[in-house]
T-cell receptor
Framework: DSGVTQTPKHLITATGQRVTLRCSPR?????VYWYQQSLDQGLQFLIQ???????AKGNILERFSAQQFPDLHSELNLSSLELGDSALYFC?????????????FGSGTRLTVV | TQLLEQSPQFLSIQEGENLTVYCNSSSVFSSLQWYRQEPGEGPVLLVTVVTGGEVKKLKRLTFQFGDARKDSSLHITAAQPGDTGLYLCAGINLSGNTPLVFGKGTRLSVIA
């Protein structure tokens, strides 16, 4: 157990639907990162939050949004789902920012859009 | 965008063999990290290399950071089936304030 909890572990939904993925970071970690992993693209950074505030945005689609709550858990909302959104979605947390902070990853949510 | 190229993409070897995988970029990084990911799990941090030319050892795994801090290698001695997994390198840029950039990984299979 890495200390980062992601739910649900698996999700199957239809095109056009909306889903919410949840992440609880490791105790004491203030930064939360969301990544999407697919076979052809590898791990792609989506968005980062630090202590409740958005800090960085990557290749996140406009149909996707996220937030970090006061208790530091984070949610990634995916809407108007397309077949191509099927992927593994990982959340990672770190204690701080900057140099040399290793990321602690959760076990991921496998999203299948049918 | 800083890119990290990993090679080979796939590697299948017999137990007991040695191997080296590479992580290359045209960009300079303040540090590089190596992760291993097993099926159904998230990546797990193995090591962080910070200084150009630095060599770190983790049991049978040897990690090296290039002198120019643009590339890194991972050498495994006497590979074992438990080494099977996806090996990812990830770079931290010079300012240190942007998220990790990951390579696509090397998928290693060690056959008993």
């Amino acid at each position: 157990d890495s200390g980062v909890t992601q739910t649900p572990k698996h999700l199957i939904t239809a095109t056009g639907q909306r889903v919410t993925l949840r992440c609880s970071p490791r105790s004491g970690d203030l930064s939360v990162y969301w990544y999407q992993q697919s076979l052809d693209q590898g791990l792609q950074f989506l968005i980062q939050y630090y202590n409740g505030e958005e800090r960085a945005k990557g290749n996140i689609l406009e149909r996707f949004s996220a937030q970090q709550f006061p208790d530091l858990h984070s949610e990634l909302n995916l809407s108007s789902l397309e077949l191509g959104d099927s992927a593994l979605y990982f959340c990672a947390s770190t204690t701080g920012q900057g140099l040399n902070y290793g990321y602690t990853f959760g076990s991921g949510t496998r999203l299948t859009v049918v | 965008t800083q890119l990290l190229e990993q090679s080979p993409q796939f590697l299948s070897i017999q137990e007991g063999e040695n191997l080296t995988v590479y992580c290359n970029s045209s960009s300079v990084f303040s540090s590089l990290q190596w992760y291993r990911q097993e099926p159904g799990e998230g990546p797990v941090l193995l090591v962080t290399v910070v200084t150009g030319g630095e060599v770190k050892k983790l049991k049978r795994l040897t990690f090296q950071f290039g002198d120019a801090r643009k590339d890194s290698s991972l050498h495994i001695t006497a590979a074992q089936p438990g080494d099977t997994g996806l090996y990812l390198c990830a770079g931290i840029n010079l300012s240190g304030n942007t998220p990790l950039v990951f390579g696509k990984g090397t998928r290693l299979s060690v056959i008993a």
